[in-house]
């Protein structure tokens, strides 16, 4: 069964067209990786079935309900949430209080009242725990590495307990201890019944990781399988050679 549909989505912005007819589901339970060059129109896509975008064409039928209209606090409310490419932290806060102002629970009640409930807070501390942050509670953001923003992401994505988690490009600028990490919690979250659709350049993760892989290029789908499928796949092979080509 399929949680997440996207079917014949389109986006311009000026004259580019971003996302030009894209179309393919995220199975419940799978772990779903959004490949492509750079520009393919990955991030666009995120950010149109997150409804930080409004698509100009297209459908978005998330667990059941059309979703391409709903802004971005409806849609996770409806059990979706979402990293960014780069981290939306608010530097000068403390991670703990990040953890409810990126909470969709709190949202903008905790960016003007960042106390928080007992019971998130103690919500947030495991979810620190979790990612192996949780000795950082009380430290303010800027203080952290750029791996430990990173957790810190993952775990204030976490605090509206998602039934579908969009990463974008989690392995992005990471090192290799950090994304064996992250892989790991992915796998375990997995387990317990999340679904995932993951942006991601790093192969190795895709490969280890996505047990379905989407193939984007130039605002649309051109190849869709198993990650073993796509890896011999000659459409696929000569999108990434072109672009490097050209
Ligand atoms: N807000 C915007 N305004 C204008 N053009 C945009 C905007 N966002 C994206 N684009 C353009 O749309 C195309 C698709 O961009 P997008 O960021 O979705 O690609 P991507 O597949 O995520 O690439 P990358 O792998 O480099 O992150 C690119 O040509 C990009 O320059
Ligand atoms: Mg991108």
């Known amino acids: 069964m399929a949680l997440l549909e996207v079917h014949g989505l389109r986006k311009a912005f000026g004259g ?5 007819g894209c179309t393919f589901n995220v199975e419940q339970g799978s772990i779903t990786a959004l490949i492509g060059p750079n520009g393919a129109g990955k ?19 998330f667990d059941g309900h059309h979703i391409q209209r709903r802004p971005p606090h409806q849609i996770t409310h409806r059990g979706m949430n979402r990293t960014f490419q780069i981290s939306l932290n608010l530097e000068d806060m403390t991670v703990l209080e990040n953890m409810a102002v990126l909470s969709p629970v709190g949202g ?32 303010v953001t800027r203080n952290l590495s750029y791996g430990q923003k990173k957790l810190l992401d993952f775990a204030s994505l976490l605090m509206a307990d998602p039934k579908l988690i969009l990463l974008d490009e989690p392995a992005g600028g990471v090192n290799p201890a950090l994304l064996e990490k992250i892989i790991d919690r992915v796998r375990q979250l997995n387990d317990q019944g999340i679904t995932f659709l993951i942006v991601e350049h790093n192969m190795e993760m895709v490969m280890s990781t996505c047990n379905q892989v989407v193939v984007m290029a130039y605002g649309t789908v051109i190849a869709e399988g198993t990650p073993q499928s796509i890896q011999n796949n000659q459409t696929v092979l000569e999108a990434y050679l072109g672009k490097v080509a050209s």
């Open 16 to 20: 580019l067209q971003a996302v030009n």
């Open 43 to 61: 991030t666009t896509v995120l950010n149109l079935i997150s409804g930080i975008l409004k698509p100009d064409k297209g459908r978005i039928v």
């Open 108 to 139: 903008m009640r905790g960016l003007f009242r960042p106390d928080i409930s007992k019971a998130e807070r103690e919500r947030a501390l495991e979810l620190l725990a979790f990612v192996g942050i949780a000795h950082l509670a009380h430290e």
